[in-house]
């Protein structure tokens, strides 16, 4: 009966944390593929000769012959807004941003 109550304490201890550093991990991830992008986009208007006011649609990043082969994906589920050239873009999850 201590052995089962002990492993019980020990899993409400570890459980939170391991969730806690699984959100971070997540986190982090987003935040570099969001660079990752913001860098495309860059190269995407040095290459283009666009504008900063013009903003990028995938085909534009994303593809075998883009700066990006394939469409980075945020590891919580939310969704990428590529927004105007010279603007960061955003992911739709609250604290994932730089």
Known sequence: MIVVTLIGVLAAIAVPSYQHSVAKTQARVCVTNLKNIEIAKAQWMAESGKGGDETPGD???????????DKPK??????YDLRAARAKPTCSIPGHSY
């Open 59 to 69: 085909t534009d990043l994303f593809g075998e012959d883009r700066p990006i082969r």
């Open 74 to 79: 945020c590891p919580s589920g939310g969704t």
